[in-house]
């Protein structure tokens, strides 16, 4: 009897690039993926998001998406971790990031990270695909397996797919 593994995808929301001197892993969030943050918390809580098992990218702009989605989701408990080797744009580092570095005793798991890994990895790994995946949007992809290494080509299901836009 095979279990279920869930991911839970979070692209960071807007970034500023008010400031040019800061190196890309520094910048902040611009007043748009703040805004963003706020409108998409209670959706993605409501879409059954556990938010138990958090992993983010160290990337500033990543580790304050997740900051203010748990401010504004008070009554839910976050911790996280952040995973240097999700400051990635590539699918392929996601995909190995999942299967090697995900924990085996947990079945759902929140990444926070960056396209076009995230993009690309989901129209990979994914059943459907996703003609953009903009910035604060969410995904989840669901897994009928004991094991994060069962991750393969068009295994997983998109069980959810929201966007900023979807709530203006």
């Known amino acids: 009897m095979s279990t279920m593994k869930t ?8 970034s500023s690039w008010k400031d040019a001197s800061l190196a890309d892993i520094d910048r902040p969030l611009a007043p748009r993926g703040i805004r963003a ?30 900051e203010r989605i748990a401010g504004c989701l008070k009554k839910i408990s976050f911790t996280w971790t952040v995973a240097e080797k999700l400051y990635t744009f590539n699918a392929h580092d996601l995909l190995e990031f999942c299967r090697d570095d995900l924990p085996a005793n947990i079945e759902q798991a929140v990444i926070v990270g960056h396209n076009p890994a995230f993009h690309d990895f989901c129209n990979r790994v994914g059943d459907t695909t996703i003609e953009k995946l903009p910035t604060c949007a969410y995904a989840r992809l669901e897994l009928d397996a004991d094991s994060w290494t069962d991750i393969g080509l068009r295994r997983m299901q998109l069980t959810a797919f929201l966007t900023p836009k979807m709530f203006r």
């Open 7 to 14: 991911l839970h995808l979070i692209r960071h929301a807007k």
């Open 37 to 66: 943050c706020a409108v998409m918390a209670p959706e993605i809580a409501k879409a059954g998001c556990d938010f138990s098992n958090v992993f983010t990218s160290p990337a500033a702009r990543a580790r304050e998406t997740i």
